[in-house]
């Protein structure tokens, strides 16, 4: 047994430091980028926040709302093949070029993922997504997908420590993963003991990434646009959200009545709700991993990403970075034990 003594951040111990600057408005923050991916070599322009790969989140018609943002959505695994065809004949390009198709690591699940890949060229992302990245199964399988799909743009985790984002880079991954236990409806941490405060993962991950020529994806525990910024500042290249997008009419969840006020339900993808919807129950051998919690229902998402959007552009503007991705060069974090006055709430 061994103690790292390092104090390791998450997005409530940080604020990011204001700075001069000399832009006038927040119109003038480009939060649009550019990736040409490592292995693929395939080119991407967009505004790089993820919808999550959950049921309730990563769905069509969710990659619909926000691809006119320019945003990406992981699209969840259970869709079936006739569903994917239905959904491309449907769909003009741009949100195609917008997609991500999920997968897990089961003979089915690689046959299912190269049968929607063939559908059309112009799906070019590929979501691997296990809970635990760390397994050799799992870098065999990533690398069976890379050579299967060299022209793919894999995107594979999670993982939350740079010698784990370097072994997956190596392995086939343009695109690492991160984050293990900060998600909204997950509980890992509290079933495993396991986890790592995501700003700190972010931070070293990306450093590992970027110096193979790859990128990772701050996946989990962002809860307000802030958090979006911070993960950003940290370094992350892509930004996945579950929670902040859950609930909305896209969402495609269920809906149900309590005390008169109509809720939708949103759970972890390894919670008994998603257990029990996609393979019959949990197994006799695991605990789940997630918990089920009801919302409020929040109408179109559009509104929920202009004000991610807008938080993001007055983070840039208050630390003067002109685009997005100067944002990690221009952020200084402060280590703070206070965050926002909870006097009137959120
Ligand atoms: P959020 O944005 O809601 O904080 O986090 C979303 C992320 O939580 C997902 O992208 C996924 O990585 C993770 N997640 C989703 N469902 C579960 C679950 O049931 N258990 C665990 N441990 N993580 C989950």
């Not at 998450?10 to 292995?39: N, Q, Y």
């Not at 069976?144 to 984002?165: F, L, Q, S, W, Y």
């Not at 962002?222 to 910024?229: E, H, I």
Request: charged residues 20%; glycine residues 10%.
């Amino acid at each position: 047994m061994r103690i790292e003594e390092d104090l390791k951040l998450g997005f409530k111990d940080v604020l990011i430091r204001p700075k001069r600057s000399t832009l006038k408005s927040r119109s003038e923050v480009e939060l649009e980028r550019t990736f040409t991916f490592k292995h693929s070599g395939h080119s991407w322009s967009g505004t790089p926040v993820i919808a999550a790969n959950m049921d309730t989140v990563g769905t069509f018609s969710m990659a619909e709302a926000l691809a006119s943002f320019g945003l990406l959505t992981a699209v969840h695994k259970h869709y079936s093949v006739e569903q994917w065809q239905a959904f491309i004949t449907l769909s003009s390009e741009s949100v195609l070029r917008h997609v991500m198709v999920s997968t897990g690591t089961s003979e089915a699940d690689f046959t299912k993922t190269l049968k929607i890949l063939s559908l059309s060229p112009l799906l070019k992302f590929i979501c691997l997504d296990v809970a635990n990245g760390y397994s050799e199964h799992f870098v065999e399988f990533l690398q069976r997908v890379r050579e299967a799909c060299p022209d793919k743009v894999i995107c594979a985790g999670n993982v939350v420590t740079g010698e784990m984002v370097e072994e997956l880079i190596l392995s086939g991954a343009d695109i690492v993963k991160v984050g293990i236990g900060p998600g909204s409806v997950c509980t890992t941490r509290v079933k495993t003991g396991v986890g790592y405060p995501q700003l700190s993962a972010v931070i070293e991950c990306a450093d590992a990434a970027h110096g193979l020529g790859g990128q990772i994806v701050s996946d989990g525990g962002c809860a307000v646009p802030g958090d979006v910024a911070k993960a950003f500042g940290g370094g992350a290249d892509f930004v996945m959200l579950g929670g902040m997008l859950a609930a909305h009419d896209e969402c495609e969840g269920t809906v149900v009545e309590e005390n008169g006020e109509k809720l939708m339900l949103f759970y972890g993808m390894s919670s008994e709700s998603a257990m029990k919807r996609h393979v019959g129950g949990v197994a006799q051998y695991r605990a789940a991993e997630g918990k089920t919690v009801t919302l409020p229902l929040r109408g179109p998402v559009e509104n929920t990403v202009r004000d991610i959007l807008g938080g993001l552009r007055s983070a840039c503007t208050y630390v003067g970075a002109e685009r997005l991705k100067e944002l990690t060069k221009r952020t200084t974090f402060i280590r703070v034990a206070e965050q926002e006055n909870r006097l009137f709430g959120q």
